[in-house]
Structures are given as C-alpha cells and as structure tokens.
C-alpha cells in the first residue's frame, strides 16, 4: 500500500456504525472503497442522495445517477433522492455525524480554507462552507505538504476561509493529527515515517503526547 | 373541465427569453442540465445574460457554450472546479463570478419561488462570503441576510411531464430543478418523455404545472446527456 492509499484507509475507519457522513470531492470519495460490505452507514451527497452504493464503471453507469464529485454512483437497498434544498436541510440542520473534506491549508485552531487560490485557482466552495460549519465533527483528508513541499498545517491559514475552528482532526499521507486548544497534537504516525519528518513538513508546533504513537 | 396545453417548439419557447436576462439553470454536473434548451439559446443568440447555475458544466458542454460565446455578463454559480475556461475567463475579468454557498443558493431560489424576501442564516460568517451583506441580530446571533433569488427565466430539465408542466425527475437529475422550477416569471422546461394529461399520476408529480409556462419535448436525448468518460 502506498502512502496515500494508507492515509485513504486510515480515514476510513473514523467512521463508525450507524453514522449519517458526507465524502468531500477528492481524496475522501475514495474511502468508500475501503467501508466493509456490511457496515451499516448512511452516505450522504449534496447532489441529493443518501445510501451511496459502490461506484460504477462507464460501461454499466447510470447517466443521471453521480455524487457531488461526478462519480457515477449505485443505489443500495433503502437509497432516497432528493433535491438540493432538502439536501442541504438535512446538512445545516446538524443530521451529518461527520463529514471528511479536502484541504489547501488547516490551520492548528480548526481554521480550513479549502475553496480559493486569489488569482490562480479559485473553484468555489460548493457545498463545503455548509459542511464545515455543521456536520458534527469535520476532519480534513490532505497531503502533508503541497506540491511545491510547502506545509499545509500552518499556525494560521493564509488564504480565505471555508469555516474557522470547526477542523477536529487531519489524516494525511504522514500522520494522523487533531487539533486540540493547544493546537496540532500528533496521534498517529504513517509506517516508516518519523516523528521529525512530520515536525518539519509542519508549519505549526507539533505537540507529542506522553503515550506511544501507533502507527497506520 | 381541461387543464391547458402549454406544449411549445423547442425555437419558440426559446425565443421568448430576452436579451439581458437572469436565467436559472438547473442540473448539478450533467445530471439534470438542460442541455438542449441551452443549445438553442446559443444558437439564438441572447446576450448579456446573469445565469444562475450550480456549476459552470465542464469545458465544451452545457454553459460553456454560453460562456464561449460572449453570451453572459455574470454567473451566480457555487463551483467551477471542473471548467478550466469559466475559471479562465473569471481570472481574465471576462466573465463577473458571484460565488454562493451550495444549499444557501438553493435555499435563495427556494425563498424566491415560494415569495419570500429573504432568508436569514449563519452560514458564510466570519468568510470572504460574507463580506458587504446586512447582518441583523435575532435571540442573540449574528446573522447574514440573503435575498431571495427570483428570475426573468428558468430552463429545466425534467423526466417526465405533461402538456400542463406537470413534472418529475429521475434520480439526481432533482438537484436544483424543483427550486428553479418556481422561481421565475417565465419557466420553460424541456422533457425526456412527455405523457398525455392524465399520463402522470398526481402522485409523482413533482413540480405542480401551475409553476411552468411552457414544456419543450425533447425529440433526442443527444451525446451531451450522456455518461461522462474521463
């Protein structure tokens, strides 16, 4: 497994039985692959669905059956479509128990920004402003760093926000971290990862816990 | 007693949409996207239109054709992740971008057909989205006011219907039809299959046809409304 397909995997089990959860576009559509068959768990998109089921090949794709990310998706038994208003009803009205999204940068108070780039890429927020305001608990799904090597935890971010103090916690391809009100506290390390690596490819304090730090 | 017939050409209800007007479209990706209701208002030609679209569709589809041919002045829309040109033309300041949250969008639109000025909410506090819109108290919260969104036109895209407009969807193909769909002056929906009257049961109507001015029969259901191979 590679770094990326672990943090996937990793995420994944931060969803427990019974949960509502919504999968931002990217990186955290791909944890529906690693839910066990027999979970019971309620997917929820913003385009208006609830029981995702598995993701399907063009050839045996339903054209007008996509989640938020343009994925073309199956129903399961007990699936509902709705519209956008009573999509996002059920969303600002706190029925998600979870959402996992994407991130440019996070800062260590729970800050996201995850919506514009000033000048170069600025795509819109979608539907990500209503869910890191109000599902539950949000947790970011993000590579360490960017492409450049740049940190992506950062003491404050620097571009515009998505929702202030709502992240609880980051998975990324090193190490799984929360945020705390002392800021970032390293949980879990990435196998063959070291305490120092995640420090340095962070641009905030890291604060180690006193116990052991399992690895993913 | 008879409910009327609002049946119309696909060039004749089109040709009804001025120039300079705000047009809600619905569809979220390919998904419930007019795409041959937009194909005919690219080929008549409107200009200086507001559209008011979740998403900007994907380069070469949809919208885009609009956006390509200098036909809109500015997009209300709430992602263009996946049209590298509408991002292009925004960059270059050809093309005005107001951005929106998802479902405060669609709740502006709801507000705008169901004849409500404005619904208030604390959603975007404290964000760029925020910034130059009145913010009242109410139990002690902050919170934003956003008007509601009513156009001169809709375009949508319903699977079914009758000649009264009538109509249902399938599947995610709702997304922002059914808000749309009561928040203009003139709504013109285009249909996959259109029923006799009496051919959709009151049960699965959607959207009540009292909403809709006039229902287009697709004669094809063309390339663009199908699968997406990435």
Redesign the interface.
Known sequence: MDARTRMVARAAREITPGMVVNLG?GLPTKVVDFLPEDMPVCLH?????TGIGPTLP?EE????????G?A?VSPIPGSA?????V???L??SGRLDLTLLGAFEVAENGDLAN??IP?????????A??LA??ARRVAVMTTHTDRKGNPKLLSRCTL?????GRVARIFTDLAVVDVTLEGFVLRELADGVSVKEVSEATGAKLILPDTDIPRF | MKLPDKSLSLDAAVARIPDGATVLVGGFGVPGTPFTLLRELMRQGQKDLTLVKNDANEAGMGIDHLLANGQVKKLITTHLGLNANAIAMMNDGRLEVEFCAQGILAERIRAGGAGLSAILTDIGLETELAEGKQIVEMDGKRLLVEPALRADVALIHADRADPFGNLAYAATARNFNPAMAMAADLVIAETERLAPLGGLSPEEVETPGAFVDQVVRLSEISEEYGVVRR
Do not use: C, H
């Open positions: 576009i998109t913003e385009n208006g669905m063009d794709a339903d054209r007008n059956l996509i989640d938020a343009g073309y479509y709705f519209d956008s208003t999509s996002f009803a969303v600002r919506w514009k000048g170069k890429f600025s795509p819109g927020a979608g539907g402003i209503e305001q109000k515009p926000l998505t929702a202030r």
